[in-house]
């Protein structure tokens, strides 16, 4: 599960800021927490901010830095490392490398991996381990090639370095030549958190939609959607034949929809274009959400609210905040422009963000709502329209002419 993620200097992220999962003090919704170790941790975190102001940013640095990681192996010598974008109004920092930083517990352990790169190289990276409250170095990497490891796995972790280049991750390269001590911390990167976009999941759940020979993953979509109010009560699915080579693979789907007649209860089927745009946002993100609750996966979802009725994201929310059904500590990270979901009945204090930029400078700030410290009682959806918190746009119109 994810505790913290920072990341500077990318695009209109310029300093640090830090997304901490870390529950606080705040005794609200205590029974959703997801306890590890002596540690507990929020199981769902949204944020808010206004158009242009960095939301999608975060999400973008979170995503680049996952696919640095697991794209590092494919990477030939020389080769840019994509999707680093550094701060651009400054002339210091455009030329500076970006950071990223990970806090997350991958089984029974905790791990801090992080790494610096421009488009060239990587500059700095590391691994540490928390055996105690302390954390415990695995490897350190400076200036790009000077390495230092701990001196148990000294001899050991020293033979992969030959074997890594300027432009790749020693934890990826480690990793990919047997290493178990970077394993487990290199495994969750590439497998327990996923980033889901303006793009439709589809790409990702269609093969599964289609390897579902049980019917387990199909009986969840359709429980999910009559949850919803949703009349589907099933559907067909079936790849299409494409040319030798192509992608993605196409496929051609129809949901069932059971309608009653005067003489009796009656099926059709429909081709699933037709369907709503939310009802097609729900349909995918139920099979990625069944994962998520049955390995304890982090997703993390750009503008949750997008088609989706009010209620339908707080169906989602509310599943994992379940205790009964997010048995193994998933967790959903989401931004917003909701504010009907800007409500202390459904989040604690310091699971509510704000990302506001300044537009003098350009630069995006991330702050917790618990910063605040509003009272319990306090209606914060109207504290954040009246621009109690920040992270709302200055309308007006100011000087137009009609």
């Given at each position: 599960?994810?505790?913290?993620?920072?990341?500077?200097?990318?695009?209109?992220?310029?300093?640090?800021?830090?997304?901490?999962?870390?529950?606080?003090?705040?005794?609200?919704?205590?029974?959703?927490?997801?306890?590890?170790?002596?540690?507990?941790?929020?199981?769902?975190?949204?944020?808010?901010?206004?158009?242009?102001?960095?939301?999608?940013?975060?999400?973008?640095?979170?995503?680049?830095?996952?696919?640095?990681?697991?794209?590092?192996?494919?990477?030939?010598?020389?080769?840019?490392?994509?999707?680093?974008?550094?701060?651009?109004?400054?002339?210091?920092?455009?030329?500076?490398?970006?950071?990223?930083?990970?806090?997350?517990?991958?089984?029974?352990?905790?791990?801090?991996?992080?790494?610096?790169?421009?488009?060239?190289?990587?500059?700095?990276?590391?691994?540490?381990?928390?055996?105690?409250?302390?954390?415990?170095?695995?490897?350190?990497?400076?200036?790009?090639?000077?390495?230092?490891?701990?001196?148990?796995?000294?001899?050991?972790?020293?033979?992969?370095?030959?074997?890594?280049?300027?432009?790749?991750?020693?934890?990826?390269?480690?990793?990919?030549?047997?290493?178990?001590?970077?394993?487990?911390?290199?495994?969750?990167?590439?497998?327990?958190?996923?980033?889901?976009?303006?793009?439709?999941?589809?790409?990702?759940?269609?093969?599964?939609?289609?390897?579902?020979?049980?019917?387990?993953?199909?009986?969840?979509?359709?429980?999910?959607?009559?949850?919803?109010?949703?009349?589907?009560?099933?559907?067909?699915?079936?790849?299409?034949?494409?040319?030798?080579?192509?992608?993605?693979?196409?496929?051609?789907?129809?949901?069932?929809?059971?309608?009653?007649?005067?003489?009796?209860?009656?099926?059709?089927?429909i081709p699933f274009g037709d369907e709503s745009e939310g009802t097609k946002r729900l349909f995918f993100y139920s099979p990625i959400i069944r994962k998520a609750m049955e390995t304890g996966k982090t997703i993390v979802i750009d503008e949750?609210?997008?088609?989706?009725?009010?209620?339908?994201?707080?169906?989602?929310?509310?599943?994992?905040?379940?205790?009964?059904?997010?048995?193994?500590?998933?967790?959903?990270?989401?931004?917003?422009?909701?504010?009907?979901?800007?409500?202390?009945?459904?989040?604690?204090?310091?699971?509510?963000?704000?990302?506001?930029?300044?537009?003098?400078?350009?630069?995006?700030?991330?702050?917790?709502?618990?910063?605040?410290?509003?009272?319990?009682?306090?209606?914060?959806?109207?504290?954040?329209?009246?621009?109690?918190?920040?992270?709302?746009?200055?309308?007006?119109?100011?000087?137009?002419?009609?």
């Amino acid at each position: 599960m994810l505790i913290q993620f920072s990341v500077s200097n990318f695009k209109s992220i310029k300093d640090e800021v830090i997304l901490s999962v870390l529950a606080g003090s705040d005794k609200e919704h205590e029974d959703s927490l997801i306890h590890f170790k002596k540690e507990t941790i929020l199981p769902s975190v949204a944020i808010y901010g206004a158009n242009a102001a960095g939301k999608s940013n975060l999400f973008k640095a979170l995503s680049a830095a996952l696919l640095i990681i697991r794209s590092s192996n494919n990477r030939q010598i020389n080769e840019p490392i994509p999707l680093l974008a550094p701060f651009a109004f400054d002339d210091e920092s455009k030329n500076q490398p970006t950071k990223f930083s990970f806090i997350f517990a991958a089984g029974e352990k905790k791990y801090e991996y992080g790494f610096s790169a421009d488009i060239h190289k990587v500059h700095e990276e590391y691994l540490y381990e928390y055996k105690s409250a302390k954390a415990s170095k695995v490897f350190e990497r400076t200036n790009t090639t000077e390495y230092s490891f701990v001196s148990a796995l000294e001899k050991e972790l020293r033979s992969y370095v030959a074997k890594n280049t300027d432009n790749k991750l020693f934890l990826s390269t480690a990793t990919a030549w047997n290493c178990e001590k970077t394993k487990d911390a290199y495994m969750w990167l590439a497998e327990g958190i996923d980033t889901y976009g303006g793009e439709r999941p589809e790409v990702v759940v269609m093969p599964e939609l289609e390897n579902d020979s049980d019917g387990k993953i199909q009986k969840f979509v359709t429980e999910m959607l009559k949850e919803a109010d949703i009349n589907i009560s099933g559907y067909q699915l079936k790849a299409k034949d494409i040319p030798l080579g192509e992608e993605p693979k196409q496929y051609e789907m129809l949901t069932k929809h059971t309608v009653q007649h005067s003489d009796g209860m009656k099926e059709y089927l429909i081709p699933f274009g037709d369907e709503s745009e939310g009802t097609k946002r729900l349909f995918f993100y139920s099979p990625i959400i069944r994962k998520a609750m049955e390995t304890g996966k982090t997703i993390v979802i750009d503008e949750i609210d997008d088609s989706l009725h009010p209620l339908l994201a707080v169906l989602l929310i509310e599943l994992f905040h379940d205790k009964n059904v997010n048995k193994k500590g998933a967790q959903l990270i989401f931004n917003t422009h909701d504010v009907s979901l800007l409500d202390l009945e459904y989040f604690r204090r310091d699971q509510i963000y704000f990302v506001e930029k300044n537009n003098m400078t350009g630069v995006t700030d991330l702050y917790s709502l618990d910063e605040f410290s509003p009272r319990k009682t306090e209606n914060i959806r109207k504290g954040y329209l009246q621009g109690r918190y920040g992270a709302i746009p200055a309308v007006g119109y100011g000087g137009l002419e009609w």
